[in-house]
């Protein structure tokens, strides 16, 4: 199966700096369509689960300008910019390439 | 506006099955892909399975022998079965809708599971 390392537990920012968050993986999830089978998601306490971006880079409706998706092959980047108090949050990676489709780690995004 | 919410017991002993059913609104489950997620403590996520639009399923190896996901198309709701329990199973289980390009667009709030004697 696909693994997928997001090597950050935890990221600490403070708000309005910019933040990456890195998701690498095990073999490309470029597919012959010439996408990438990544996606991003959001979990902050008491709300659902939110996703951010899809195919690596296409914001998903309503998500702030702020939230960009970046990278190909097998590293792939989700950048924050102008950090908001809300989106302090736990942030997971998917690829839906090959089943059985698989999450990273996670990575904790926490107020300096 | 498309929702999901899971429900079922809280607290399974070890062995036993587990079952729990989201129920779905705004949207049609005789269309697109409901798949179940759980989050295990310490935050691992792990894809468990999904049932298609047409009623056609796919599970992970991990949990082929013991999960089973059904649905019933009159109460907009689909099931997640997950039989002979242990306490590795303890997580918070979700319930997502799967869009076309690929990627979980609907969560539910999902529902903690313990599984404990």
């Known amino acids: 199966q696909i693994t997928l390392t997001q090597q950050a537990e935890s990221l600490w920012v403070s708000p309005g700096e910019k933040v990456s968050i890195t998701c690498r993986a095990s073999q490309s999830l470029l597919y012959t369509d010439g996408k990438h089978y990544l996606s991003w998601y959001q979990q902050r306490p008491g709300q659902t689960t939110k996703a951010l971006i899809y195919h690596a880079s296409i914001r998903t409706d309503g998500v702030p300008t702020r939230f960009i998706g970046s990278g190909s092959g097998t590293e792939f980047t989700l950048s924050i910019e102008d950090v908001q108090p809300e989106d302090i949050a736990l942030y997971y990676c998917l690829q839906t390439l090959k089943k059985p489709w698989t999450f990273g780690g996670g990575t904790k995004l926490e107020l300096k | 506006e498309v929702q999901l919410q899971e429900s079922g017991p809280g607290l399974v002993k070890p062995s036993q099955s587990l079952s729990l059913t989201c129920s779905v609104t705004g949207y049609s489950i005789t269309s697109n892909y409901w798949g179940w997620i759980r989050k295990f403590p310490g935050n691992k996520m792990e894809w468990m399975g999904y049932?298609?639009?047409?009623?056609?399923?796919s599970y992970n190896p991990s949990l082929k022998s013991r999960i089973s996901i059904t649905r019933d198309t009159s109460k907009n709701q689909f099931f997640l079965q997950l039989n002979s329990v242990t306490t590795e199973d303890t997580a918070t289980y979700y319930c997502?809708?799967?869009?076309?390009?690929?990627?979980?667009?609907?969560w539910g709030q999902g529902v903690m599971v313990t599984v404990s004697s």
């Open positions: 049932i298609s639009y047409s009623g056609s399923t």
């Open positions: 997502a809708r799967r869009d076309n390009p690929y990627y979980f667009d609907y």
